[in-house]
Protein backbone atom coordinates (compact mmCIF):
# COMPACT_ATOMS: atom_id res chain seq x y z
CA UNK A 1 0.00 0.00 0.00
CA UNK A 2 1.29 3.38 -0.63
CA UNK A 3 -0.08 7.15 0.19
CA UNK A 4 0.37 9.68 -2.45
CA UNK A 5 -0.91 13.08 -3.41
CA UNK A 6 -4.51 13.47 -5.27
CA UNK A 7 -4.39 13.64 -8.89
CA UNK A 8 -7.27 14.95 -10.99
CA UNK A 9 -7.62 11.21 -12.48
CA UNK A 10 -8.04 10.08 -8.97
CA UNK A 11 -11.83 11.93 -8.63
CA UNK A 12 -14.17 9.14 -9.84
CA UNK A 13 -12.57 6.58 -7.51
CA UNK A 14 -12.59 9.19 -4.65
CA UNK A 15 -16.31 10.41 -5.38
CA UNK A 16 -17.55 6.72 -5.47
CA UNK A 17 -15.68 6.03 -1.27
CA UNK A 18 -16.77 9.50 -0.69
CA UNK A 19 -20.61 8.60 -1.11
CA UNK A 20 -20.30 5.52 0.07
CA UNK A 21 -18.74 6.88 3.42
CA UNK A 22 -20.46 9.97 4.37
CA UNK A 23 -24.47 10.99 3.69
CA UNK A 24 -23.78 14.85 4.05
CA UNK A 25 -20.34 15.31 1.86
CA UNK A 26 -20.33 17.42 -1.17
CA UNK A 27 -18.45 16.46 -4.36
CA UNK A 28 -17.20 20.18 -5.39
CA UNK A 29 -16.11 20.54 -1.80
CA UNK A 30 -13.33 18.42 -3.03
CA UNK A 31 -12.79 19.32 -6.37
CA UNK A 32 -12.22 23.34 -4.75
CA UNK A 33 -9.94 21.40 -2.07
CA UNK A 34 -7.71 20.12 -4.43
CA UNK A 35 -7.36 23.40 -6.15
CA UNK A 36 -6.97 25.58 -3.22
CA UNK A 37 -4.69 23.00 -1.13
CA UNK A 38 -3.20 20.33 -3.35
CA UNK A 39 -0.52 19.34 -0.87
CA UNK A 40 -3.20 18.11 2.48
CA UNK A 41 -5.20 15.66 -0.41
CA UNK A 42 -3.59 12.14 -0.03
CA UNK A 43 -4.74 8.89 -1.44
CA UNK A 44 -3.93 5.22 -0.28
CA UNK A 45 -2.94 2.74 -3.26
CA UNK A 46 -3.07 -0.58 -3.19
CA UNK A 47 -2.30 -2.66 -6.63
CA UNK A 48 -3.24 0.55 -8.72
CA UNK A 49 -6.74 1.06 -6.88
CA UNK A 50 -7.75 4.14 -4.71
CA UNK A 51 -8.72 2.64 -1.18
CA UNK A 52 -8.85 5.43 1.06
CA UNK A 53 -8.36 8.85 1.16
CA UNK A 54 -7.81 12.36 3.88
CA UNK A 55 -8.45 15.65 3.13
CA UNK A 56 -6.50 18.36 5.65
CA UNK A 57 -5.77 21.82 5.29
CA UNK A 58 -4.45 24.51 7.41
CA UNK A 59 -6.92 26.17 8.88
CA UNK A 60 -4.30 28.77 10.27
CA UNK A 61 -0.73 29.87 11.58
CA UNK A 62 -0.77 26.76 13.99
CA UNK A 63 -3.50 24.75 13.04
CA UNK A 64 -4.36 21.95 11.01
CA UNK A 65 -7.42 20.60 10.65
CA UNK A 66 -8.57 16.92 9.07
CA UNK A 67 -11.97 17.73 6.72
CA UNK A 68 -12.31 13.75 5.92
CA UNK A 69 -10.86 10.53 6.43
CA UNK A 70 -12.56 7.84 4.56
CA UNK A 71 -11.62 3.83 3.58
CA UNK A 72 -13.01 1.75 1.03
CA UNK A 73 -15.80 -0.61 2.66
CA UNK A 74 -13.72 -3.93 2.10
CA UNK A 75 -10.25 -2.59 2.79
CA UNK A 76 -11.23 -1.18 6.13
CA UNK A 77 -9.78 -3.15 9.16
CA UNK A 78 -5.99 -3.22 7.73
CA UNK A 79 -4.80 -0.07 9.48
CA UNK A 80 -5.37 1.72 5.95
CA UNK A 81 -7.37 4.81 8.16
CA UNK A 82 -5.02 5.13 10.66
CA UNK A 83 -1.53 5.05 8.25
CA UNK A 84 -3.44 7.88 6.47
CA UNK A 85 -4.14 9.87 9.81
CA UNK A 86 -0.34 9.72 9.97
CA UNK A 87 0.74 10.87 6.80
CA UNK A 88 -1.64 14.24 7.25
CA UNK A 89 -0.26 14.71 10.45
CA UNK A 90 3.44 14.23 9.49
CA UNK A 91 2.73 17.18 6.34
CA UNK A 92 1.16 19.06 8.96
CA UNK A 93 4.36 18.74 11.13
CA UNK A 94 6.72 19.13 8.32
CA UNK A 95 4.66 22.11 8.03
CA UNK A 96 5.83 23.74 11.01
CA UNK A 97 1.91 23.29 12.13
CA UNK A 98 1.57 22.84 16.09
CA UNK A 99 -1.36 21.01 16.42
CA UNK A 100 -4.29 19.42 14.21
CA UNK A 101 -8.05 19.47 14.94
CA UNK A 102 -10.61 17.56 13.66
CA UNK A 103 -14.55 17.30 14.38
CA UNK A 104 -16.53 13.94 14.21
CA UNK A 105 -19.85 12.80 14.77
CA UNK A 106 -20.82 11.54 18.58
CA UNK A 107 -21.85 8.59 17.34
CA UNK A 108 -19.08 7.53 14.82
CA UNK A 109 -16.82 5.95 18.03
CA UNK A 110 -14.96 3.53 15.27
CA UNK A 111 -13.57 6.88 14.06
CA UNK A 112 -13.09 8.34 17.51
CA UNK A 113 -11.45 4.89 18.85
CA UNK A 114 -8.86 5.27 15.77
CA UNK A 115 -8.55 9.19 16.13
CA UNK A 116 -7.59 8.43 19.66
CA UNK A 117 -5.14 5.23 18.95
CA UNK A 118 -3.22 8.45 17.19
CA UNK A 119 -3.19 10.36 20.50
CA UNK A 120 -6.21 12.78 19.35
CA UNK A 121 -7.90 13.83 22.49
CA UNK A 122 -11.36 14.63 23.01
CA UNK A 123 -11.60 18.41 24.06
CA UNK A 124 -14.98 19.62 23.06
CA UNK A 125 -18.83 18.68 21.90
CA UNK A 126 -20.49 21.07 18.99
CA UNK A 127 -24.10 20.64 20.02
CA UNK A 128 -26.02 20.00 16.45
CA UNK A 129 -22.88 20.36 14.55
CA UNK A 130 -23.78 18.34 11.82
CA UNK A 131 -26.62 19.41 9.26
CA UNK A 132 -28.97 16.84 10.43
CA UNK A 133 -28.54 17.91 13.75
CA UNK A 134 -25.97 15.50 15.59
CA UNK A 135 -23.69 16.55 17.96
CA UNK A 136 -19.76 16.61 17.10
CA UNK A 137 -16.63 16.00 19.18
CA UNK A 138 -14.01 18.66 18.55
CA UNK A 139 -10.75 16.24 18.67
CA UNK A 140 -6.85 18.30 19.34
CA UNK A 141 -3.36 16.22 18.85
CA UNK A 142 -0.22 18.24 19.40
CA UNK A 143 2.05 18.01 16.11
CA UNK A 144 4.86 19.49 17.90
CA UNK A 145 6.53 18.46 21.15
CA UNK A 146 7.05 21.92 22.13
CA UNK A 147 3.12 22.95 21.53
CA UNK A 148 1.17 23.50 24.88
CA UNK A 149 -2.30 22.85 23.49
CA UNK A 150 -4.79 25.84 24.65
CA UNK A 151 -8.25 25.95 23.57
CA UNK A 152 -7.82 28.59 21.21
CA UNK A 153 -10.85 27.88 19.17
CA UNK A 154 -13.15 28.93 21.92
CA UNK A 155 -12.11 32.57 23.51
CA UNK A 156 -14.13 31.15 26.85
CA UNK A 157 -12.06 28.18 27.71
CA UNK A 158 -8.93 29.65 28.48
CA UNK A 159 -7.28 26.76 30.20
CA UNK A 160 -4.45 24.26 29.15
CA UNK A 161 -6.59 20.99 27.83
CA UNK A 162 -4.58 18.15 30.08
CA UNK A 163 -3.04 16.13 26.99
CA UNK A 164 -3.73 12.58 29.38
CA UNK A 165 -3.93 10.52 25.90
CA UNK A 166 -0.18 9.99 25.14
CA UNK A 167 2.92 12.02 23.95
CA UNK A 168 3.13 14.49 20.76
CA UNK A 169 2.14 12.74 17.97
CA UNK A 170 6.02 11.00 16.30
CA UNK A 171 6.24 11.16 12.54
CA UNK A 172 6.69 7.65 11.19
CA UNK A 173 9.74 6.44 9.51
CA UNK A 174 7.72 4.63 7.14
CA UNK A 175 6.07 7.29 5.07
C1 LIG B 1 -13.10 5.53 10.10
C2 LIG B 1 -12.39 4.81 8.97
C3 LIG B 1 -11.68 5.83 8.08
C4 LIG B 1 -11.35 3.85 9.55
O1 LIG B 1 -10.59 3.28 8.50
P1 LIG B 1 -9.83 1.88 8.68
O2 LIG B 1 -8.88 1.76 7.56
O3 LIG B 1 -10.82 0.80 8.87
O4 LIG B 1 -9.04 2.15 10.05
P2 LIG B 1 -7.91 1.22 10.69
O5 LIG B 1 -7.88 -0.10 10.01
O6 LIG B 1 -6.66 2.01 10.70
O7 LIG B 1 -8.40 1.04 12.16
C5 LIG B 1 -9.68 0.48 12.39
C6 LIG B 1 -9.61 -0.85 13.08
O8 LIG B 1 -8.79 -1.78 12.40
C7 LIG B 1 -7.86 -2.39 13.33
N1 LIG B 1 -6.61 -2.60 12.59
C8 LIG B 1 -5.65 -1.69 12.36
N2 LIG B 1 -4.65 -2.25 11.65
C9 LIG B 1 -5.01 -3.53 11.42
C10 LIG B 1 -4.41 -4.60 10.74
N3 LIG B 1 -3.20 -4.48 10.15
N4 LIG B 1 -5.08 -5.79 10.67
C11 LIG B 1 -6.29 -5.92 11.27
N5 LIG B 1 -6.91 -4.93 11.93
C12 LIG B 1 -6.27 -3.75 12.01
C13 LIG B 1 -7.70 -1.40 14.41
O9 LIG B 1 -7.36 -2.01 15.63
C14 LIG B 1 -9.07 -0.79 14.45
O10 LIG B 1 -9.91 -1.58 15.24
P3 LIG B 1 -10.90 -0.92 16.30
O11 LIG B 1 -11.59 0.24 15.60
O12 LIG B 1 -11.83 -2.00 16.67
O13 LIG B 1 -10.01 -0.48 17.39
C15 LIG B 1 -13.37 3.96 8.11
O14 LIG B 1 -14.11 3.13 8.97
C16 LIG B 1 -14.33 4.79 7.27
O15 LIG B 1 -14.06 5.10 6.11
N6 LIG B 1 -15.49 5.18 7.87
C17 LIG B 1 -16.49 5.99 7.17
C18 LIG B 1 -16.04 7.43 7.08
C19 LIG B 1 -15.72 8.01 8.43
O16 LIG B 1 -16.39 7.76 9.41
N7 LIG B 1 -14.68 8.87 8.45
C20 LIG B 1 -14.24 9.58 9.64
C21 LIG B 1 -15.07 10.81 9.75
S1 LIG B 1 -14.42 11.91 10.96
Known amino acids: MNIRRFVPDDFEEVF ?3 QEAFSDHDTFVYI ?3 EMN ?3 FLVAVKNDEIVGFVV ?3 LNENEGRIFALAVKDEYKSRG ?3 QLVHAILKIFYENSIQYAGLEVRISNVRAQKLYQRVGFVPCWVEKK ?3 DGEDGIIMKIRTSPQCLLYALDNPLQKQVIPIRNGPAF ?3 DSI
Do not use: H, V
Open 38 to 40: MNG
Open 16 to 18: LIE
Open 56 to 58: GYQ
Open 80 to 82: IGT
Open 32 to 34: NFY
Open 170 to 172: KTP
Open 129 to 131: YYF
